[in-house]
């Protein structure tokens, strides 16, 4: 007789919780996690079959001649391909690794064999111009760049090496150094790596003068970069991002992200991940990106975002908007007069609009199915068509504002509040003063 | 003969049939560590597979010292 194993089911259950986890955190890197983390399902699954002979055998039923049936083993044996399959692509996606061709990693090949971490100081300097440009290649680890008033491109920092004992870390220590090339008004910072098997990852400080453009490649780590006048580009794969007061237009393209922040940026800003697409003409204020939001407080248009799935708020912003929204709520509050054309697409999700109170505007908004409440007053109307709405109106002369929602309520109101709250407080600030 | 041994005291079943069936869950269980020690620790698949086989000969082992008892 062969009695039914609870790791059928369970193994049901674990992909189906997986795959909706991913439906509803799609921001979340899931492959990564199944990358990393597959080799437990082979043991709780043992430990499970483990449990449940144990369990027969306590409560006297006949045990099984073989614990893991045939077909069981060529789950595991595709199991075992499809997860060392996805753990090298995303190690090679990561570049966390020092050599370079990708066989030679496979696990069976048996080069890998790091134990412990061993720290080296980093430091190097170089002689600049006013506003160099300069160009940081990728490096595995954390990056902070300051701006400050100086005419060296100073470095510095810790690098960990990952070696099975202290020669070889000493090896790749005096076989990777990171050096400054180039002259004056261009350079290039780079780790130098010599042949080794070592995985090396930096913490790193720089100091540069305050005119110079910056441009990063990234395979991992955070990046923060503060008060520079030059362009700034950041490029690749980055955990956390943050980038505030810089003068000149601001790219960044990266592959994932953790948090972003972006906070008072003169110039051009263009942001890129794989799920979300963005540009504005300047960041006074400040913009926060996480895997769930995007929040803007603050902005100068034109400006344009697309994202497949996060709650958009965005407060405090001037000149035309144009929001197209796949998965999420959308909250605008311009809160600056006069107000500029505003066109936003929700594929599914609630929109949220506050004006302020005496601007003069033209508005359309339609929902396929869900709601619009009118918090407009006179000038404007509600149409029903079965569970499509939609309003129409205008008040006074203005930009035309159009919403399109095709799962979700609409909501449009009138703020109480001309002033923002933070230009409120300061007239109190010299009060107390 | 099964019987006998679970009438006469509580150990459940006789040993030998115990180790082949739990054979397959360890084997498996010792493969998800050394995948899972190659990620995480850094200790390579590639150095550490011959515990495999050591782990599958003790078995053996096990299950052929359990058979052959009274």
């Known amino acids: ?433 | 003969m099964d019987t006998d041994v679970r009438s006469n005291n509580n150990v459940p079943v006789a040993r030998a049939p115990f180790v082949a069936a739990i054979r397959g869950p360890v084997i498996m269980i010792v493969l998800g560590v050394l995948f899972a020690l190659d990620y995480s620790a850094g200790i390579g698949f590639g150095k550490t597979w011959p515990i495999l086989l050591i782990v599958a000969g003790l078995l053996h082992l096990i299950g052929r010292a359990g058979a052959g008892q009274p």
């Not at chain 1, 100091?207 to 520079?228: F, Q």
């Not at chain 1, 035309?320 to 599914?348: C, F, K, M, W, Y």
């Open chain 1, 1 to 433: 007789m062969r009695r039914p194993s609870l790791v059928a089911p369970l193994l049901l259950i674990a992909l189906g919780a997986l795959f909706l986890a991913r439906n509803l955190y799609p921001n979340l890197p899931f492959g990564e996690y199944v990358a990393r983390y597959w080799p437990y399902i082979l043991i709780v699954w043992g430990a499970v079959r483990i449990g449940e002979i144990c369990y027969w055998a306590l409560t006297s039923k006949p045990l099984p001649a073989r614990g893991v049936s045939g077909g069981e083993w060529v789950l595991v044996i595709f199991l075992c391909l499809i997860g060392t399959g996805m753990h090298v692509a995303q190690r090679d996606f990561s570049g966390g690794w020092v050599t370079s061709s990708p066989w030679v990693r496979l696990p069976w090949a048996g080069i890998q064999g790091f134990g412990e971490r061993y720290d080296y100081p980093v430091s190097a300097e170089k002689a600049s111009s006013k506003t160099p440009r300069i160009v940081i290649e990728d490096f595995r680890g954390n990056l902070q760049i300051t701006g400050s008033d100086t005419d060296v491109v100073k470095v510095t920092g810790r690098k960990s090496i990952r070696a099975m004992e202290k020669n070889g870390a000493e090896r790749a220590d005096r076989n990777s150094v990171f050096e400054i090339t180039g002259d004056t008004n261009e350079m290039t910072l780079r780790l130098r790596e010599g042949a080794g098997f070592a995985r090396i990852s930096s913490a790193l400080e720089m100091t540069v003068p305050k005119g110079a453009s910056l441009e990063a490649k990234r395979r991992d780590g955070a990046v923060h970069i503060s008060n520079v006048q030059g362009a700034v580009a950041v490029s690749g794969r980055v955990a956390d991002l943050d980038v505030h007061d810089v003068g000149g237009p601001v790219t960044i393209d990266v592959n994932f992200a953790g948090d972003v922040q972006l906070k008072n940026l003169a110039n051009a800003v263009r942001l890129k991940t794989p799920r979300t697409e963005f540009s504005a003409a300047g960041v006074p204020g400040e913009i926060h990106v996480d895997s769930g939001d995007f929040k803007v407080d603050g902005l100068t248009g034109p400006a344009r975002l697309s994202s497949r799935s996060r709650d958009v708020h965005m407060r405090d912003f001037r000149n035309a908007l144009e929001i197209d929204l796949e998965r999420g709520d959308l909250n605008l509050e311009p809160l600056q007069l006069p107000l500029a054309r505003i066109q936003a697409t929700v594929r599914s999700g609630d929109v949220n609009v506050v004006l302020p109170e005496n601007a003069g505007f033209s508005m359309k908004a339609t929902t396929k199915s869900g709601e619009i409440s009118n918090g407009l007053g006179a000038g404007f109307k509600v149409d029903s068509d079965g569970r499509k709405q939609t309003l129409q109106g205008a008040t006074g002369t203005g930009p035309e504002i159009t919403l399109e929602v095709e799962r979700g309520n609409v909501s449009v109101s009138r703020g109480s509040n001309k002033l923002p709250a933070k230009e409120v407080a300061h007239p109190l600030e010299t009060i107390n003063q």
